[in-house]
């Protein structure tokens, strides 16, 4: 399996490929965001962990995504996944 940092890396790459192409960017800019800070928190740029709380990747997902982009969504359900164990 991908580690969480490739994983993140790969996932904001396809949203951000997706932002190009997207007449409704907004979710999209809010995962990015989401992204980002995971991204941060895995290489240990931030430490503000107890923003993790806020995180709304999956409900985006589920929303926003499914069904007519099933390949970002089950990445973003891999993400929240990985965010759990970071949890722990």
Do not use: W
């Not at 999956?58 to 164990?85: C, F, S, W």
């Amino acid at each position: 399996t991908m580690n969480r940092l490739s994983l993140f890396k790969q996932t904001l790459e396809v949203c951000r490929e997706r932002l190009k192409q997207s007449p409704t960017p907004q979710p999209l800019r809010s995962i990015e965001k989401q992204l980002e800070y995971l991204i941060d928190l895995e290489e240990g740029r931030r430490s503000d962990v107890e923003r993790m709380a806020d995180l709304n990747l999956g409900l985006l997902a589920a929303r926003e995504l499914e069904p007519h982009d099933m390949e970002l969504a089950n990445l973003i359900y891999e993400v929240t996944d990985a965010v759990k164990q970071m949890k722990k």
